[in-house]
């Protein structure tokens, strides 16, 4: 089957001269005996196409001022509907993902709130009286006198103790 | 033809356009909220913004009560595909009676419930656990849960709430109005993955208001471990303590044993005795610390002074239709002062004899008596005094020594108050703050005169000096006046007293400067002398007030000595009609009687060498704080003249600290 590879190859220049003296299309008893099953030639498979060199280095292009500016035109056109655009559509966008922003900040400051009560429960359970004061007897620790109690700077509730 | 065909195609558009016209018509107008609903529906999400209930501190700040966010589950039974299996799963999960789990659900079903709970306040492993499933008919919803992080403590000032978290005893159900919070809600705008975008609120959350008590936890503690400590050793069945700023009638402390925990609800049908809270809401008659409000009536409205002469008839008083006996033996006459020494019932009955009925009952009403204190507790007692009119023949010698007449703990710490405070009744109160509002405090009324209420502060001194029947409350450090109260249980089925005791002790320290009372009350009481309230409570409250005195950084007034046992030996008449006769004599001061524990081994203490009491007999005033100036004793005078009697008497071994009282008379 022919392929677009094999149908461009056939115009570049064979390497192997004896290959090349060969006519496009002539098939040899051993490739035919290589392979039998292969399909018959296309239409026009023996027309031969040559790559033709066009050297237009010399041409240039004609100057067209009014060209030049209705693009510079459009261009501009194009930015300034861009900018009008982004413009009057980005506080939307800017809005939509501010929101998705505060909502979850709103979702997570109520995940730290109740967290937070959640550990002042746990501080109130451990700061009972009775587990402090079971704690005490565990440690030996007894209750000092108030003889034994010296304010440092009893200055209003910043009251500063400690025991002899 | 070009006309023809142009005409059809304005029809054409005509009527496309009036199509298009009638369905926004219709999407926009007729049928507007129903797609708005359904927009919503899929749009919007509501979200329950958390009102927590209200905190509970104590007055140092410390959470006595809070409520944290939890949550439960439910289920629509009728959408639920195999109600077996979801019966076992969620009973595996939610470690339930399956079976049980399975009936409940299916009786829902059958009734044809879209709605039920298959548990609430789970943990949050549970929830977690739940939530992997990813099973679409378990719903799970955030509640608030109520916590009492301090377990027992307060239990009964707190209270407790039921599942909707409405108050159902204590401050919780006092002031639930207050506490409760109103939950909000807020519309969510979400994306197709259920994002936030933006939220309008719909209603605003009202978080509950946050109380401050006046209870400081710390004397809370120390009252229910020693309340409870006195109720196992003494074999009581109920006790209970209150412990009072006398000046704004801020409740610094209230135990009531038996304690329970308010976290854990009551079982159905389990006894809830232990609910009630004894210091409020259980009357009982005081006995003899109702004789305070006898002799303080006896100064105000008679002649009566400490030192007036008061025949006790040798411990025996008949009345019609009963005899009166002081438990200790006979008293001769003994000055008034003793009386409440040796809390004496006759003693009191002879001044009660004096007062009068009528001047009695108005002082009842005067100390807060037969009415509720007003305190922020539900199911608070008014006690009971019985009108006027309605008292019997004895019913005046019946009150003069605290019976028939009931009362609360906390009426009698407000009577005490009364006392410590210079004669104003205050009214007791639990709140300290509501919110950041400090609570107004009450307006006191005046009951009795000050120097009234300083001679009763001096007289409840003798309570727990040597002699005194309430010894055992004495503190190192600091002076402090008492009364005792050992009153049998009547037993309204027999229609008699018996031999149980409310044993209680009424406390004020330090007595120069009073900065506390504390009012200490076991019921039920046995054992005869080992279960009157000089014996089961005083001990108790020496505890309690002098942890609070130490907990409050209260100077101590007297120096810091072991309370002295050295007593003053027995001796004496029977009858001394003329109280100078007697003046000095240390045997009266000895001799043990009353409903109390009066030191009955009062003679046997061996006289130890050192110091001796001066004698100040005879001697002025100034004379008299010369010689006690110059010998650095402590002396406190009482009236005015010379020296008539004084306590300690002259001789008697003088120990660090003792401080001798001295009765002048012209």
Known sequence: MATLPTFFRRTEAPANPVMAARPVGARTERDTERDPHMLRALPNDDILFYCKKIDNSRLVREADPQGRGACWSAIAGACVLLVLLTSAFFPTVATTLAGYKLEALRTEERQLLAERRNL???????????????????????????????????????TVAMVK | MVERRLTWLAAIVLLWGAAIFQKIVSLQVVRHQEYLNLARARQEMVIEIPAPRGTVFDRWGQPLAMSVQTESVYINPLKVPDLGVAAELLGLVLHMDRPSLYDKMQQAYDAGRGFFWVKRKITGEEAESLRTLRLEWIKIQSESQRHYPKGTLAAHVLGAVNFEERGTAGIEKALDSDLRGQPGRERVLTDVKRRGIDSRLSVEAKAGTSITLT????????????????????????????????????????????????????????????????????????????????????????????????????????????????????????????????????????????????????????????????????????????????????????????????????????????????GMLVRPRLVLKRGNQAAPEPQPVRVIKPETAITMRQMMEGVVLPGGSGTRARLAGYTVGGKTGSAQIYDFAARHYTHSYNGSFMGIAPLTNPQIVVVVTLNGTHGGEAGFGGVVAAPVFRVVAGEALR????????????????????????????????????????????????????????????????????????????????????????????????????????????????????
């Open chain 1, 120 to 158: 002042e429960l746990q501080e109130a359970e451990l700061l009972s009286p009775a587990r402090l004061d079971r704690l005490a007897k565990d440690n030996n620790l007894v209750t000092p006198s108030s003889r034994q109690v010296v304010h440092l700077d009893a200055k209003g509730d910043a």
């Open chain 2, 215 to 422: 209870i400081d936890e710390r004397l809370q503690f120390v009252a229910e471990r020693e309340i409870a400590a006195a109720v196992a050793a003494h074999h009581a069945i109920t006790g209970s303590v209150v412990m009072m700023n006398p000046y704004n009638g801020e409740v610094l402390a209230m135990a009531s044993y038996p304690a329970y925990d308010p976290n854990i609800s009551p079982e159905p049908g389990e006894n809830l005795a232990k609910y009630q809270n004894h210091a409020v809401s259980v009357p009982f008659e005081p006995g003899s610390v109702y004789k305070v409000i006898t002799l303080s009536a006896a100064l105000e409205t008679t002649s009566l002074r400490p030192e007036s002469p008061i025949n006790c008839h040798g411990g025996v008083l008949k009345l019609p239709g009963r005899t009166i006996h002081d438990s200790h033996g006979g008293l001769g006459v003994i000055p008034m002062a003793i009386v409440l020494a040796k809390s004496s019932n006759i003693g009191a009955i002879m001044v009660g004899m004096r007062v009068g009925e009528e001047n009695m009952y108005q002082y009842m009403l005067k100390f807060g008596f037969g009415r509720r204190t007003g305190i922020e507790l539900p199911a608070e007692s008014a006690g009971k005094v019985y009108k006027l009119s309605r008292w019997g023949k004895t019913s005046l010698a019946s009150v003069s020594m605290g019976q028939e007449v009931s009362v609360t703990t906390l009426q009698l710490a407000q009577a005490a108050a009364v006392v410590a405070n210079g």
């Open chain 2, 551 to 666: 907990v409050l950084d209260v100077p101590k007034d007297v120096p810091e000595t072991e309370p002295t046992k050295t007593l003053v030996t027995k001796a004496g008449p029977d009858d001394v009609s003329d109280p100078d006769s007697r003046l000095g004599q240390p045997d009266i001061l000895a001799e043990g009687d009353g409903d109390d524990d009066a030191a009955p081994a009062a003679a046997e203490a061996a006289v130890p060498a050192g110091p001796r009491v001066p004698d100040f007999q005879g001697k002025t005033m100034r004379a008299v704080l010369a010689e006690a100036a110059s010998k650095g004793l402590t002396v406190l005078p009482d009236g005015s003249g010379v020296a008539r009697v004084q306590f300690p008497a002259p001789g008697s071994p003088l120990h660090e600290g003792d401080r001798i009282r001295v009765q002048f008379k012209r």
